[in-house]
T-cell receptor, first 116, second 111 residues
Framework: GAVVSQHPSWVICKSGTSVKIECRSL??????MFWYRQFPKQSLMLMAT?????????EQGVEKDKFLINHASLTLSTLTVTSAHPEDSSFYIC????????????FGQGTRLTVV | DAKTTQPPSMDCAEGRAANLPCNHS???????VYWYRQIHSQGPQYIIH???NNETNEMASLIITEDRKSSTLILPHATLRDTAVYYC????????????FGTGTRLTIIP
């Protein structure tokens, strides 16, 4: 299957700072990428969908000015958590889909964000 | 997307077949059944999907009832590494259709 890589795997940051998480499709071109958030013992919650070269579509209740998503190329999408607060501490996961691989979505390994 | 219902947890002995059920009684004709699993602190992993015929791959088998209102994921010879949360998702199979995760089944393989 296709490989999706996230960086970093974990990050600790101070409250009020911004953190950028990268999601790369290593062996395919991802026309669509999805960003999820997962709190402990809960399921994945979709935050936004991004298509290369266009603005992301955010799910209801997700602040687009706080969670900035950039999908500048077919192999890279970034999620920036701006002015992070302890309640933003979570497991952030991206997934990517490419037409050549059908419609299955492939997931990155996730990024554990801890805001102190 | 149709809603799915899965048992919250299951145990299975190592080496035995693990059968994970999923109810999707409101599934519509163009919706597929997808299965993913998530091992602790990792991203979800695609397992298998199907429309109405039974499917098999190197990881698992998917049995879909004739009325398509339920399905079963079968791991034929469970190992300790199969311990994970298994998600059953139904969705249409085109375009940028998003995956909506429910609560899944926490499968524990017992030595």
């Amino acid at each position: 299957g296709a490989v999706v890589s996230q960086h970093p795997s974990w990050v600790i940051c101070k409250s009020g700072t911004s953190v950028k998480i990268e999601c790369r499709s290593l062996d395919f071109q991802a026309t669509t990428m999805f960003w999820y958030r997962q709190f402990p013992k809960q399921s994945l919650m979709l935050m936004a969908t991004s298509n290369e070269g266009s603005k992301a579509t955010y799910e209801q209740g997700v602040e687009k000015d706080k969670f900035l998503i950039n999908h500048a190329s077919l192999t890279l999408s970034t999620l920036t958590v701006t002015s992070a607060h302890p309640e933003d501490s979570s497991f952030y996961i991206c997934s990517a889909r490419a037409e050549e691989w059908g419609t299955e979505a492939f997931f990155g390994q996730g990024t554990r964000l801890t805001v102190v | 997307d149709a809603k799915t219902t899965q048992p919250p947890s299951m145990d299975c002995a190592e080496g035995r077949a693990a059968n994970l059920p999923c109810n999707h009684s409101t599934i519509s004709g163009n919706e597929y059944v997808y299965w993913y699993r998530q091992i602790h602190s990792q991203g979800p992993q695609y397992i298998i999907h199907g429309l109405k015929n039974n499917e098999t791959n190197e990881m698992a088998s998917l049995i879909i009832t004739e009325d398509r209102k339920s399905s079963t994921l079968i791991l034929p010879h469970a190992t300790l590494r199969d311990t994970a949360v298994y998600y059953c998702i139904v969705r249409v199979n085109f375009g940028n259709e998003k995956l909506t995760f429910g609560t899944g089944t926490r499968l524990t393989i017992i030595p």
